[in-house]
């Protein structure tokens, strides 16, 4: 385990939300100096920070499997909408299977829809219950390298393991401090990763989707926060992306992934190609 200087981290406080009421995941209330403490970090703990993140990603593969809690909102026009869902993941094959809940148009959960069962698996997202012309019965089948986010986003859900290979262009990375996430022991680090830097980084199952991401965004900057167990493995990770086309304009994405019960058997059967639709899709309904 990497030991830190941690002075300073208890009054961890992130400037830019001081007076906004939007400071999520912080150790203390209201704003102080104290909180830029973080910023003032030497190089070498810096450094020191920046390699635990990027290492997340190999302590989830010995970790194994983990019980899954996603979040999806987007932001475009003043408009917010979000997307929840819940389930488990291999780390070992890359495959998990999710239960997907959209909001209705009014923007509260689920307003009566079925929720999306999604199939992750290496190079391939698998949906029921999609809705726009798919029979209830048949699943849709997507290429995610062909995506031009390369499914970061576009399924309502980020892979869990692209979100945490991500982590693998970690950069700028600053210890924020000791906090509790669900009664057990997290580190909170705070920083940007570069998509391109994690795509070369990352395992042959996710460097396909994360290239293909390189287009999607108006940056290959994503700001994240990273939440680590004294074990090394990502507890949560929350990630903020911008659309370059594809979107509205201006429009932003804020992705959160929550690991637990490591070790948790999972059993994830991809669907029989019989089952694929092959017909036309059309656009969900909004």
Not at 68 to 82: N, Q, W
Not at 160 to 179: I, K, N, Q, W
Not at 198 to 222: H, K, M, N, W, Y
Request: with cysteine; charged share 20%; net charge positive.
């Amino acid at each position: 385990m990497v030991v830190q200087d941690r002075r300073g981290g208890g009054a961890a406080v992130v400037a830019v939300a001081c007076g906004t009421g939007l400071a999520v995941g912080l150790l203390t209330t209201g704003c102080s100096p104290d909180g830029a403490a973080a910023d003032d970090q030497e190089p070498s703990a810096r450094a020191a920070a920046a390699a635990e993140v990027r290492n997340s990603a190999a302590a989830l593969l010995r970790a194994g499997s983990a019980r899954v809690r996603t979040s999806m909102e987007m932001v475009s026009g003043g408009t917010r909408v979000a997307i929840r869902g819940a389930g488990s993941y291999d780390f070992a094959t890359s495959t998990g299977r999710l239960r997907v809940i959209l909001p209705d148009p009014a923007g509260r959960p689920s307003g009566g829809r079925q929720p999306i069962t999604e199939i992750l698996a290496p190079g391939a997202l698998y949906m029921k219950n999609r809705g726009a012309g798919v029979p209830a019965d048949k699943w849709v089948r997507v290429d995610t390298a062909s995506l031009s986010d390369g499914n970061l986003v576009t399924g309502g859900a980020t892979d869990p393991l692209a979100a945490a290979e991500l982590l693998r262009g970690a950069r700028e990375v600053t210890y924020r401090g000791e906090e509790r996430l669900d009664g057990v022991p997290v580190r909170h680090y705070r920083g940007t990763t570069d998509i391109g830097t994690a795509a070369r980084a990352a395992s042959p199952r996710t460097r396909p989707a994360l290239v293909a991401a390189e287009r999607g965004f108006t940056t290959d900057a994503v700001p994240f926060d990273a939440y680590l167990d004294e074990d090394g493995r990502l507890r949560k990770v929350r990630q903020w992306f911008h659309f370059a086309n594809g979107a509205p304009k201006g429009a932003s994405v804020t992705s959160t992934t929550q690991l637990s019960e490591f070790g948790t058997k999972v059993a994830v059967q991809l669907p029989d190609e019989r089952t694929i639709y092959a017909g036309k899709i059309a656009s969900p309904p909004p």
